[in-house]
Every structure is written in C-alpha cells, then in structure tokens.
C-alpha cells in the first residue's frame, strides 16, 4: 500500500460561480509545490454557486500552516467566498451526547478504537447515568447532566461551559432524546450531528418507528443531519433505509432501525471529520 | 420445468384469529381432494387477526368452481371472514388511468405483452390524448375524458359507466394526474391503484420530486397504494427507493424516479394481480 | 405489546410433496388443542418436495414436550420426513470460534447482550490470544488453540473433545481463518455457520477483498453459509452487498466489508437459531 | 430551469501522477475563456496515475474546436497522457447488437425516444429476425446477419463493413448471444458495451440464471463491462443485484433478471455515452 502522507491540508471552498475558480486556487497550490491529492468540485446551476473540496500534501509545500492561511484569505475575500482549511494535525475534538440507547454511542467507540475517525472523543454528556460503564470501558470521561423542564436553561448552560473549557468543536448527538435550545444550537452552527430514526421528512418527531408501523410503510429508514432550530429540519448529510414486511412487529423495526441508525450516524460522521460536508441554505453538497 | 396447473383455485381470508383455522380450512381442501400449491398464513397479534392465502390445484378436486365457493360459505360465515376465492380461469379485467406521462403506462403494456400480469387490459382511459399511440400499438381501446374542474363530476360519471359497461374489476393509476372523487373511489374499494411518485408518507401531493429536491434528501422513493378518499394516504402495497446526491438536478430526480415509478408500480399491480395483498385498516398484508 | 407466549415449539420438516400434508400437520395440532402461531410452507417444484415450518404455543396443549415428540414420530415416519421439533425452554449451546478480527465477535456478543439471540454463547475458541479482552468483557471462557499444519489433527481433537463436553450444538465462525478437516466438520452437520467476506460464488478462497479490487467490480458482497467439506461452496443461508467505486482503496473495501460481514453473519445466525432454514441438496429455504 | 449551454467539451485525460497537473489544465481553460462545467478528477495511488475529466462551456471560448485539439496537443504529449477530447455536436454513432431477446432493446430505444441518451442509434444488427418489428417501431434500419460456426468468420467481415459505412463508433451488445471474434473486438476498443446476466465474476459464460438457481445464492446480479478477447471479463462499467429467495423458481429469476439487465445496461450506456468511463488495465474510473 502507498504509505499516508503525513501532514495534508484539506480547503473547503464556496462562493459566487465565475470563470477560473479552479485555475486560480489550483494555480495557487502549484505556485507553492504543493501536490494536489484529491479534489472535487461541484456548481449549483440554479444558484449559481460553487463548491470545491481540495486535499494537498504539505510534503514540500512552501509555507507553513499558518503562513497557507494567510496567503490564502485575499484569495478567498477576492471571490467573496466561505471558505476554512484544515490541517490533518488538527484533530477535531468530540463530544457525544447520549440518553439511554447504548447502540449508537457503542457504534462510534468501537469504530473510533479501531482508527475509523479522525477526531478526538473528549467527552460524552448524557441526561442519565445509564451508559456510564460503556464510556468507561473505552477511558472516555462520562458527565450526566439531569434535564427537567425546570432545570434545562440551567444545565445547557453547564454543559456549554464543559464544552468550551474542553475546545470541543464538534458534537455527535447519538439518540440524545432531548431536545437542544437555541441559545445552544447557534454555539455549534453545522457542527452538531443528529441521527433520526426515520427516512425523514416522514415521521418527524418522536416515536418515528410507532408511526411508521401504523402507516404500514414497507420500508423505514435513517437519516442524520446537521441540527438547527427546525426540529428534524436540519441539512441531510445521509440517509440509508431498510425493508420491512407485515411480519414485522413494532419491535422489529426497532431492531432493524437499530443497525440503521448506527451505519447511519457512523457514515455521516465519517464524512463530517474528513471535511466531506458543505451545508448551503438548508442543504449539503457531499463530496464522497 | 414443472407445467404449470391448469386451474388453480386461490383463496383470500381474513377473520379473528382462533385455534384450528389452518387445520379446518387445509381439512376442507384435504376432504375435497385438493393439492395445496401454495400457503401463508399471518397473525397481527395487536388486533388478534388472522390472515391467509391458500392456492390449490383444481385437477381431481371434487367440486365444480361454483360447488366450491357454496361448499366454503359456511365455514366461513362461522369464523366470521372476510374473503374471496378465485379461480385462474377468472381472469380479472382491469382498465388503466393516464394523462400525459408514458413511462408507466408503458411498461405496464410491455409486461403485460410478456405474460407477466395475469388479467385483460380491457381499455384505456386518459384525460389527454396524448398517448393514444402507445395504446394503439398495444392494440388497447383508448377513451378520452377531458376534465376541467366545472365538467369532473359529469365525466366521472361517464367513466364509470363505461367502466361497468366492461366488467372492469381493476383500475391502475399510471401517472393520471387527476383526483378521483369519493363517488368514484367507493366503486371500487382496494381494487384502485395508485403510483405516487415519493417514499410516503413523505412529500404527499404535487410535484414531490421538486419538494425532494428542495428538502435535500439523499434518497427519493415511489410507492403504490391503493386508493382511498384521502389524498395518498390508502394502504401501501409497495415502495422502493433510489439514491440520489448533491449532482442530481431535479431533472436527474424525475430521470431517475421515473425508472422507479415503473418498477414499483408494476411489482404492485403483480401482486394485486395474483392475490398476494390483503387490505385491514389502512395497512396491507402482502404475501410475497 | 402482546406479551410472549412461555413456551412454543417449532417444528421444521420435510419431505416428498403429496396431498394432505398441512391438512393432516394442522390437524395434530389442533386436536391436541395446539395455538399455531407461525406457519410457513414451501414446495420446490422439481424434486417435489414439501418443507414447513409451524410454531405453536404449548399453552393448553394437552402434551407434553416428550410426548409431542413421541405422537408425531409415526405421522413424521408415514410421510418419510426430516424433522425435528425443538421447544423454546431447550436453548442452544453455541461455540463461537474467531482468529484475530474481532469485529464479527464483538458484534454477536453485543446483540447477544440485547437479547437478539436465543442461545447460549457457552465459549469461544480461538488459534489466537488476541480476542480474550473482547471474551472477558462478555465474561465468556475463551480457549486458545494454536494451529499449525503439524498439530492440527491434535487440536481438533481437543477442541471437539471440548465442545462435547459443553454439548455444544451451534458454531459460529466469525472470521476463523483456518479450515476445518472433514472429520470435524461431519460431526456438526449444517450446524457450522460461517461468514465468507466476498459474494459467493465469486471469489472464493483466500483475500476476497483484494481479488475483487484487482477484478474491478463495482459492488462488494458477503455470505453466510453452512460449512461443507467443499470450501466456500457449502449451503447459503444469507448474502448482502455494498456499492463501491473507483474512489474505494482496498482498505476501503475492507472497512465498508467489515460492516457487511457483520450484518449478513448476525442475520444468518438468527435465522438459524430461530429454526429458519432448511437445508436440501446445497440450498436452503429460509422461512423469514 | 437553467438553459443547458449550446456547445460543451468534454475532456477525458488520463497520465503517469505530477504536480501541477490540474492547475495547468484548468489554466489552459481559463486563459481561453473557458467556463468550467464539471470536473472531476482521481489518482490511483498504486501506480501513481492521474485521471481526470473536465466539461466545459464552449461559449466565448476563444479558440474553435479544431483550434482546441491542436492547442492541446502539446500540452498532452508533455505529460504523456492518454485523452479525447468530445464536443457535444460530434454526436456518437451507435450501434445495437442483438439475438431474440427483446427488453434490453426495447429498453435503449424508448430511453432514447426520451432523449436520455446522447448519440445517433444508427442501425440494428442482429443474428435472427424476432426483433424486426420493434426496430421498424422506432425506425431503425434491421440488418439479419445468421450467423454459424461456418459462416462466422464471413459474416462478421460484412458487419464490419457495415459498420464502417456508417462510421459507428459505439457498440451496444443487448444480449447478442453471439461471441465476437478477437478480429472484430479490436477493431472497437472500449468501444462495445456488454451486458452479462450475472453478479460477475460469479456466473461467467452461459446460462447463468441457471447457474445461479443450482447454486441457491440469494441474490442476483447483472453486469455491464466493455468486451475483451477474455469472455466476460472486460472492464465493467456498471453493477446492480436484486435479491431473490427459495420462492423464486428459475422463471422468476430470469423475469427479476430482465428488469435488472434493462436498467445496468442503460445506466452504463448513459456513463458511456456522457464520457464519463476511463479504462484502465482491466478496471474503470467512472465519474457519475
């Protein structure tokens, strides 16, 4: 196998569509020995704007991190674009957040162990005390913030304290069955992930599996998205679904739900820390 | 390959679920001399529902087609079912809806052409003349009813009887862009149906594809239902789904969708065509 | 929910098709004040061979397991049947064995954990120490039995000795990588399952992942199977897929194989444990 | 809807990996006048290849397409690449191949009254004369070539003639039941489009429902691939499996398998004819 290189810069880039975005930024890296590892790139016609996705090698690249940056901005403010770089010694740090379900968050721990994300898992909240000795077989520190009507402005407050004291900069909600106010969500614009347990736009809210059975659909799905103050109606990042039958009863769409859910969140979060997502308006360009 | 029967005779049943039902009903056929080809049977547990579908070979059964259902009467009436039983001989007549789209209509005449559908196309009727020819060069008489909303319940009425002036039992939706009213649908109860262009309960009415597409799903879906007086809420016989990304336009959806449409639609219609969809409240039991 | 019968008995049987065969089955039960709860038959038309299962409940049946079994041996010996019956309180005995991937493992021990399972999971063998943590966290004995060509006869030997000893009834091979000799394998007729990590029948053997990367496929599959003395050809009970593109290293394809693996060796032991599968010649009917 | 550009080039590239590569591609656009459509771009790491495809905008480019290809030359034979460059004028010529079953033509000519495929079907070509009729349907010349171990040699020479005449460029094998001799396959490198009727490489050569029936794998597969001198072994395109089950008799397989075949080979057609598949060795890089 061809050896990783070691240190890569990922750009993530939007803006206005016009003539030489891609000579221009690609002409910038070359100018600067860098060597162009992957790139993708993509126009929304009827928007007429841009996306682009370009992985480099920092191998012989002339200019330090910081030094890319800051060669870079005017580019970027040239082409009024959205745009960061992210350096692959920058490693994200996570937080999880769970209730009681241990699926979803057992998923992300086994995964994360055998090196399948990029990232950091720093902490993980939850409202209960229930998966406390799942978090410690995998060492990661397990803080439980009881929520009531009462007491959730009041605990949110608390838990974006931890957040911030630990730098955390991305959050997985992982069957989090709560949930998050406002004043939380704008912290972390599409930088929080949520699994759903249903091929959404349909059965939106809560007990998808409940209405999906009394529809009597044939298949029901998953889907996780970026959380914003719509409930359910955040940008999609994936979403996979699974066949079902009459023979199925509401506990079998739990259980088959179950392994959706965890490929699910897993492949989105996936896709997420290797910087795959770019969110426009309330949808995401995903350059697999 | 083993020939194929020359009559068969098949069951549908449904009644509150009880011990010895499988035994009497499988005795009645024993007694008869009956060769059971094939049988499911199903318990929706919640409701205490029993539900079963028996297909027999009709060579050296003791009764006539007419014997057999009067045989079978009683034993039903005293486990209170609901059912039918037909025989191959009964080939259903079915009439087909359109409007201006050809795809499903399509492929409905080319399976049929196939042998795959086991019923007479008896007729056509569309809106719009635009597809005339197709239903020409499948040799299939093809009746205009245009409908604007002052002449619907007069055409309707039309429709219908011309429907009854051919023994339609029947009626497949392909892309007819019409909704039929209450009076019509009563006509015809679990015997209509429909191919509607999204995964429901999703993206229910018009132009689902562009909803799709301004939501940002990554997977857009069709399902066939029957029909019911509430807009695409009938019980579903079949969905299925495709996946789709950032690249496809809403032009690549309906593309797409439209292969999907003719799958979906064409799987369902089989299955009513074989006795293989049993209706309970708004959900179907569908032996595959 | 309904709740779960106490006790039921599930009868898997087969043999030459001739009239009566469900008539007279349902009839046992029924006389004897047997509840069916799950009936499924099926008649390959070729060889002209009947296969059913039935499940009932033991409720109010007016025999006990041991006469059950006793009654129906002469009606099961009239028809020349295969059969067995197996009641819910006799619980299977499973040995899981594995080499150094844990994946496999760690997904049986979890849904194990959950319930999903009917069995015991009574040890693990390995030819490797590598899985003892995952075993000890599960609290499972693990054994380990170091294979070379010289000592293999030796270790079967030992290991077969061991599952005798623990009446073990059941074995998984959750990425064993070893062949097991004829000698073993005739001692647990189509009770070996085992997850071969490619699309049977294609790629058979040895790296099944780098011979469809090196063939250029654009899907990548998985199989569950009985083990035979032929090598990867022994009976299918489950297969499932994942696309893949030009873009997917063959680390790639490890990885999303992984998943795969898992998923189509968990559903494949759970159609075995729940008395699914009826194995003729080299094929199997699954009652789903 | 935007309104699709009137000229497009399409450039398919591909050469030993440098840096630089894609700057000075798009800079040749770019000083040019050229709008970037589509790019995409990908290297194989093993053996350090670069592929890459790019569509652009021919309005206000300032040089003709003549003009284009001579411009770029130079600049190809520096990196030693192997490319074309299509305008969207330069329309494919095409050709279908195929013996007495009907749904794979069927299938091309109705996409193609739809206008989802971009090129001239220019003449059909066949070894019986069964599928005349639906030719005459869409208007497109029929040729009968019989063909027998005798006469296959000379009957090829007067397709090939035939082919030449009308400047085909693109073959479509829509299960053509014949083999194609080395002499006429090189004469069409990449250029002829096969659709086989299994998962390959499971199933190669004839009869391969049959195969897979006899083996009781639970899934199907077609496969479209270009041809090479190898039987079923060329490049593939494009895959697709539907599942099956002990229900399916042969029959059933190959009815499952014709919906299969008709959409794998329209989708690899589409892929074909968009420029969208780069061969290399025996693997493809298809940009979707």
Redesign the interface.
């Known amino acids: 196998?061809?050896p990783k290189p070691e240190l890569t810069a990922t750009l993530l880039f939007s803006c206005p569509d016009q003539?030489?975005?891609?000579?221009?930024i690609?002409?910038f890296?070359?100018e600067r020995?860098?060597?162009?590892?992957?790139?993708?790139?993509?126009?929304?016609?009827?928007e007429k704007r841009f996306f682009l996705r370009i992985c480099w090698d920092m191998k012989d690249f002339t200019l330090s991190p910081q030094a890319t940056i800051e060669a870079f901005t005017p580019l970027a403010k040239e082409f009024s674009a959205t745009w960061q770089i992210r350096f692959s010694n920058q490693r994200r740090r996570t937080a999880i957040f769970v209730s009681k379900h241990g699926?979803c968050l057992?998923e992300l721990l086994?995964r994360h162990s055998?090196g399948?994300f990029d990232t950091e898992i720093v902490l993980i909240i939850s409202n209960h005390p229930d998966l406390h000795p799942l978090a410690e077989?995998y060492s990661i520190p397990y803080y439980v913030f009881p929520i009531t009507p009462d007491t959730k402005v009041e605990q949110e407050k608390k838990e974006l304290a931890l957040l911030q004291q630990h730098n955390i900069d991305t959050i997985i909600l992982a069957r989090y069955m709560q949930v998050l106010s406002p004043q939380f969500v704008e912290k972390y614009p599409n930088q929080i992930i949520n699994i759903h347990h249903s091929?959404?736009?349909?059965?939106v809210g809560s007990n998808p599996y409940k209405q999906a059975y009394e529809?009597?659909?044939?298949?029901v799905?998953a889907t996780s998205h970026y959380v914003t103050n719509e409930l359910d109606e955040g940008?999609?990042?994936?979403?996979?679904?699974v066949r079902i039958?009459?023979?199925d009863?509401?506990?079998d769409l739990i259980?088959k739900g179950r392994?959706l859910e965890r490929?699910v969140l897993a492949r989105a979060v996936r896709l997420h820390l290797e910087d795959r997502v770019l969110v426009y308006g309330?949808?995401?360009?995903?350059f697999?």
């Open positions: 196998m061809t003539k030489g975005l891609v000579s221009r690609s002409h890296l070359f020995n860098g060597n162009i590892l992957d790139l993708d790139e993509h126009v929304v016609q009827e699926h057992q086994w055998l399948e077989r091929f959404l736009p349909a059965f529809r009597g659909v044939k298949i799905g940008p999609i990042i994936e979403q996979d679904i039958s009459h023979r009863s509401l506990d259980r392994d490929l309330n949808k995401t360009v995903v697999e």
